[in-house]
């Protein structure tokens, strides 16, 4: 009979040595909770593909943010539904525009909390693309102009941190020296700086009512294909003077977070975004996973792969599991 010399099995014998040996451990503290905020009062507009997860008004948005406090976790993502949506997204940049209101509000009401506004046009246009549309052809230079009038909106509403989400070619350094050029040099930024054209936002879109109307934004988004690019658009944000870094989306990008982790050594940031839930979740209301093993061996994968924080719709109800 063969005896082995080498058991890496003796360190995996008992839960305490496995505890005791274990290289990644996920935490409430890891997580960004997406909001999506409505006008209105006391409203909750469940989406039908994410599960769990609903359009909130204010006054709803702030009994989520109480909770997410009472469970560690300490920071927020807010999106926003506009009331009446236009060909330059003007809500989005307006003092009383939705987003405007819940920073105020939830700033107020939970103070502590770390409150992120998205950075984007695509739910606010009419047309559904980022920015600014000339026929069926976004206007770089001019989005960066309103991406500016955007970020000030927020910072006056008193942001924590803004996060431009839309790929626009400037928009770190236009939104750098907007904010500094207004007294807003300590709002940090973190950029979306990987973010790929991807099949995995579709329950998003759906939440975000921002499907685009026609076309696509792969003139934008990044080719799910390429990593090496992935780095260049790091290096551009991290010259523009962004704060942290995001790769977007995560799980089937992991050698991406990876790679941008390795290159540099700013925080980095995953999305686990809305068609990562909802398989997850579609597979579990089916009986065919345990949602709960899943979700935090997934979110494990991801912070292993090189995420310091992970932006997820699991957020509270992996809290609740990794405290019980
Ligand atoms: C754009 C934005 C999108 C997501 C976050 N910010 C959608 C898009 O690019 O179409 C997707 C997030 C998700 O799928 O969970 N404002």
Known sequence: MFTPYFRPRRLRRTPALREMVRETVLQPSDFIYPLFIKHGKNE???IRSLPGIA??????AIKEAKEAQQ?????LILFGIPKIKDALGSESYADDGIIQQAIRALKEAVPEMIVIADICFCEYTDHGHCGIMHGHTLDNDATLELLQKQVIAQ?????DVVAPSGMI????GAIREALDGSGFQHVPILSYAVKYASSFYGPFREAAESAPKFGDRRSHQMDPAN????????QLDVDEGADMLMVK???????VIRAVKERFDLPLAAYNVSGEYAMVKAAAQNGWIDEQRVTLEILT???????DVILTYHALEAARWLNA
């Open 44 to 46: 909750r507009l469940p």
């Open 227 to 234: 990593v090496q690019e992935a780095l260049r658009e790091s």
């Open 155 to 159: 910072a006056k509403a008193g942001v």
């Open 249 to 255: 989306p995560a799980l089937a990008f992991l050698d």
């Open 55 to 60: 359009q909130l008004s204010i006054d709803e």
């Open 71 to 75: 469970l560690g976790v300490p920071s």
């Open 169 to 172: 070619d400037g928009m770190v």
């Open 301 to 307: 994968s991801i912070k292993r792969a090189g995420a």
